[in-house]
C-alpha cells in the first residue's frame, strides 16, 4: 500500500462503500485509513490548500478526507445545533436537499449525503467557486462522529484557483 499513484490506479469508492466500509470503521474501531484518507479539520483549510493534504495525488480534481463534526456556539435562544463551515476566506454552503444512500444488499438506510458549493467572501459580497465537497455522513451515532468528504474542484480553461461563476453538479446515482 506504499504507492498508490501507479499507473491504472483509481480511488473511486462508491457511495456504499464510503459508509459501510470506510466511515463506520473509521467511527467503530478507529481503523487508520491514512495511506488512502487522511483526517483533516476542512474548516481550518481554504479548499485550494487540502489537495497537497491528501495521501493520493489526482488527475481527477478529487480528493478524500475525514473530519470531525464542528459546532458553531449554541445560541441559548434555539435547540438546534448547527455545523461550523466557515473559514478564514469564505464558507461552505449546502446546496439543495440531503440524499438518502442505502445498503447496496440490504437496501437499509445507511447514510446521507449533502452537496456543498464553497464561496470565497463572507456575506452579501461572497462569491461561488469552482470547489464543491460531498459531505457523506452515517446513520450510526457513535461516540467520535466522523464525516468523510469527497472535494471536487470543477475543471475549467485556467489553472489557477479564482473563484468561478458556475458549478456543474456531479452527482454519482
Known amino acids: 500500500m506504499d504507492n498508490f499513484n501507479g499507473m491504472g490506479y483509481r480511488f473511486h469508492p462508491t457511495e456504499d462503500e464510503i459508509i459501510n466500509h470506510f466511515l463506520e470503521s473509521k467511527m467503530k474501531c478507529g481503523t487508520d485509513f491514512s495511506a488512502v484518507i487522511k483526517e483533516v479539520d476542512i474548516s481550518n483549510f481554504e479548499p485550494w490548500e487540502l489537495p497537497v493534504h491528501s495521501p493520493l495525488s489526482s488527475d481527477d480534481q478529487e480528493w478524500y478526507f475525514f473530519s470531525t463534526i464542528a459546532y458553531k456556539p449554541s445560541n441559548k435562544s434555539t435547540s438546534r445545533r448547527v455545523v461550523e463551515r466557515t473559514t478564514r476566506a469564505g464558507f461552505w454552503k449546502v446546496t439543495g436537499k440531503d440524499r438518502e444512500i442505502y445498503d447496496d444488499n440490504s437496501g437499509q438506510l445507511i447514510g446521507k449525503r449533502k452537496v ?3 464561496y470565497q467572501g463572507h456575506g452579501s459580497n461572497a462569491v461561488k ?7 457523506y455522513h452515517s446513520q450510526t451515532v457513535n461516540q467520535k462522529s466522523y464525516v468523510l468528504c469527497r472535494l471536487k474542484r470543477k475543471s475549467d480553461d485556467t489553472e ?4 468561478s461563476s458556475h458549478w456543474a453538479s456531479t452527482s454519482r446515482n
Open 116 to 118: 456543498l458549493v464553497f
Open 129 to 135: 467557486t469552482n470547489w464543491a465537497m460531498h459531505e
Open 160 to 163: 489557477d484557483d479564482q473563484p
